[in-house]
């Protein structure tokens, strides 16, 4: 038996030994003690800026680390400033917890006090609670393996009369329990393997919930002849296949969006198959079958008609399909010669012919985009705030494997993509972490470069600045519409971002860029923020798309 003085030490103690990987936070009276038990039992803590970006980083790091992640808060506005950031992590699946104090039961009458346990389960996260200091291992312990198992994100309330409670022995907490793979039914399977059979233009689209399957769903489609793609989130699952199509819907470039749209086959693999992925169902053909494969049995079905829905683990499944296909002949399918030199040739984005719209003052976001491509480092993760700009970074900056590309789109909020490349960063040490943001969430998310800076981490920021919300200015067209309420002057960001203590350009043209080579090439000791002053687009293509189903 180990002595431990409180129950704030004991469940710090209990996290660190289950294995969280980092803690992030805004230390404040209430979660003041279990943050130090955290750090004292070996958990590395980011203290944060504002307690929205400290969520954001954590849920980054646990998607880019594949770890569970902790975001500790002050009970009440602690917790309600963290709130988008749950939610997106909440809605992500992503395994997270968050550790708040909340008020003692008798506290009715406490400034901070608010129902948490209503507040977590609205934004879909699971409510949990430590109760007291008999409870508080077995407490704990539940919370996590919720998170972990579950993919859940977790809110652990821990009252301040419970965490002060003196706890003088503590049971050793078991070991992060084992993900269980649910594997298929046999029924299920059988009918799968008969489409699969049938068609003779696959297309398997792996996205969130497929993640950890990358080389069996690869496999699978090699054996069987589909090309292979996946959602924005797990862009860069299929990087090196020849017959990878890149992200499916509104990012994807013409050509694979024509060959996705030829398939009359369609898998999902732990994918939504929503509209973002499906361009509004236009990547589904009238006669296109449509099956669906995960563990969650609400998502199947969920957002467009299916032909076969599968519960299952997708890595499972596609064991178990590999399994029953051992004898029979690798088939050609979709995976023809002139497919994969069309894919080869056409299929991405830096292939396909464009105007330059760049003048002496501003240069094209995809000329932007194309050469930042060329001049980092292979081994580089990029994680995109939301916003007119997105599908730029998306599309021409390509990644190494989808521990490269961070993506917090689940509640489409802007400002969260510079606290997301700070979670990335330090889940993905040894790469060139990059944040891609417009300028509206850049400065809705400024406070945390001084965290950037702070920390020295070697991060370039990308600003497409076009002085506005550019999704607003561009696709809502009534000629009448007064848009001065989302336009604004020109800021000097590189200015702004100099006094946080981060190096900053300012880049209006192609020649500009040759002070990124040079802080690329080392020793790259802190942060740099691009302030690229870019031309309109006239409204990105994504949005377009995106807007038309409003």
């Not at 506005?77 to 749950?86: K, P, R, S, V, W």
């Not at 606290?419 to 060139?432: E, S």
Request: net charge negative; charged share 20%.
């Amino acid at each position: 038996m180990t002595l431990v003085n409180t129950v704030a030490d004991l469940v710090g103690r209990t996290l660190a030994e289950l294995g969280v990987g980092y803690a992030f936070g805004v230390v404040g009276s209430g979660n003041f003690t279990v943050t130090n038990a955290l750090r004292r039992h070996g958990v590395p803590f980011v203290a944060a800026r504002h307690e929205g970006g400290a969520a954001t980083m954590a849920d980054a790091y646990a998607r880019m680390s594949g770890t569970v992640a902790v975001v500790t808060t002050h009970q009440g506005c602690g917790l309600t400033n963290a709130l988008t950031g749950i939610t997106e992590a909440a809605k992500s699946r992503t395994p997270l917890i968050v550790l708040t104090a909340d008020t003692a039961g008798a506290a009715v009458q406490s400034n901070f006090k608010i129902d948490q346990d209503g507040l977590a389960r609205s934004v879909g996260a699971v409510a949990e609670r430590v109760h007291s200091a008999d409870s508080a291992v077995a407490d704990t312990v539940r919370a996590f393996t919720t998170a972990w198992r579950e993919r859940r994100t977790v809110v652990l309330n821990l009252p301040l009369d419970v965490q002060s409670q003196i706890a003088a022995s503590a049971e050793t907490p078991p070991n992060a329990p084992a993900l269980q793979h649910i594997r298929p039914d046999g029924i299920a399977l059988e009918r799968f393997l008969e489409l699969l059979a049938a068609a003779d233009r696959p297309v398997f689209v792996a996205g969130r919930g497929a993640r950890d399957a990358g080389p069996e769903i690869a496999e699978l489609a090699r054996h069987t002849g589909a090309l292979v793609a996946t959602s924005a989130v797990a862009n860069g699952l299929f990087h090196s296949d020849p017959f990878s199509l890149g992200i499916s819907g509104g990012f994807s470039s013409p050509r694979s969006a024509e060959l996705i749209a030829g398939a009359d086959l369609v898998v999902g693999w732990g994918c939504a198959l929503n509209m973002w992925t499906m361009r509004q169902g236009h990547l589904i053909g009238k006669d296109t079958t449509v099956v669906q494969i995960d563990l969650d049995s609400a998502a199947l079905g969920a957002h467009r008609p299916i032909h076969l829905g599968i519960v299952g683990d997708s890595a499972a499944t596609a064991i178990d399909a590999l399994d029953a296909l051992d004898k029979a002949p690798v088939r050609v399918g979709y995976r023809t010669d002139a497919v994969r030199d069309s894919i080869a040739t056409e299929s991405k984005w830096s292939q396909v012919p464009f105007e330059d719209l760049s003048t002496e003052h501003s240069i094209d976001p995809r000329l932007l985009s194309l050469e930042l491509d060329t001049l980092l480092p292979t081994e580089r993760t990029v994680s995109v705030d939301s916003g007119n700009f997105m599908g730029y970074p998306s599309a021409y900056l390509s990644v190494p494997d989808h521990f490269g590309f961070c993506f917090t789109q689940a509640f489409q909020s802007i400002g969260l993509g510079l606290a997301t490349a700070i979670g990335t960063a330090l889940a993905q040490p040894d790469r060139l972490p990059v944040a891609a943001l417009g300028d509206g969430g850049f400065l809705m998310g400024i406070s945390e470069l001084e965290t950037v800076a702070r920390l020295k981490l070697p991060l370039l920021i990308v600003v497409y600045n076009d002085s506005a919300y550019g999704a607003e200015v561009h696709h809502f067209t009534d000629p009448d519409t007064d848009r001065t309420t989302v336009t604004f002057p020109d800021t000097d960001l590189a200015a702004i971002a100099r006094g946080y203590g981060a190096d900053g350009l300012t880049v209006r043209t192609a020649r500009d860029l040759d002070a990124v080579r040079t802080w690329v090439s080392g020793p790259r000791s802190g942060p740099l923020v691009i302030d690229a002053k870019i031309s309109s687009d006239g409204g990105s293509w994504w949005l377009a798309e995106a807007f038309k189903g409003h």
